[in-house]
């Protein structure tokens, strides 16, 4: 663990409040109103059908558009996607996933369109229960419309020039706490060598009393591999 009582770690925590005070900062710019309003890209839409908008429960399935639906940006209308040398292809808007708790909440209309995902989906975390949206997809069309720049963000040059000087210490200065946390490269590869010499040793007794050549037991590690491991 790092000593807290040391001058240069102290100085690396007053660092991490400045850039941390730095970002409050720029976070809480005004944004200016722009004299013109300019189109920058478009985006794709889910929308309903123009027969399912007359429907008298159209608002549940505007709920759930509201819910799980996405949108895609392009720079023109072509939402065309390059994967490499004279390879394209379309991109279109996807209907994402909700929570156990949004779940839960939601009204009885509007539950019904809703179940579990399956166990495949869950494969990453089985234990957490999600829900997606069931609705038929020909119910919804694909809608285009413009990506207006309002308003753009106050810019202040002394700030930008700070939040430089801050990122330079932490990344030359105290690169050992910044990229490595409080626990240094050196405390976890001394323990992390110890083991592999253990085990080294161990995996070569195997070697000279066995009789199976074919079967050579090798423990290579690189000479990095704490820092790596620790990574």
Not at 60 to 66: A, G, N, S, W
Not at 80 to 101: A, C, H, T, V
Not at 168 to 177: P, S
Not at 185 to 193: E, L, Q, S, T
Request: glycine share 4%.
């Amino acid at each position: 663990m790092a000593n807290r009582k040391d001058p240069l770690y102290k100085e690396y925590l007053k660092t991490l409040r400045e850039r941390n005070e730095i970002w409050e900062i720029e976070r809480n710019q005004n944004w200016i109103e722009l004299e013109k309003p300019y189109i920058n890209g478009y985006y794709m839409v889910s929308d309903l059908r123009f027969d399912i908008k007359n429907r008298e429960d159209v608002w549940v399935f505007y709920k759930c558009i509201e819910l799980v639906g996405g949108r895609v940006w392009c720079r023109d209308k072509t939402f065309k996607r390059k994967l490499g040398k004279g390879k394209y292809e379309y991109i279109r808007p996807d209907f994402g996933i909700i929570s156990e708790q949004t779940y839960t909440n939601l009204h009885p209309a509007v539950k019904k369109h809703f179940s579990e995902i399956s166990e495949f989906h869950k494969r990453w975390n089985p234990y957490r229960k999600q829900y997606a949206c069931r609705v038929p997809s020909y119910y919804f069309v694909d809608k285009v419309k413009p990506r207006w720049i309002t308003h753009y963000k106050e810019h202040d040059e002394l700030i930008k020039q700070m939040q430089g000087e801050c990122y330079d210490k932490l990344h030359n200065k105290f690169y050992k706490w910044y990229w490595y946390g409080p626990r240094g490269v050196k405390p976890y590869a001394k323990v992390h060598n110890r083991s592999d010499r253990r085990h080294s040793k161990q995996t070569v007794k195997r070697n000279i009393h066995s009789d199976d050549f074919d079967n050579y037991e090798y423990r290579y590690k690189h000479r990095n591999s704490a820092r790596y491991e620790c990574w």
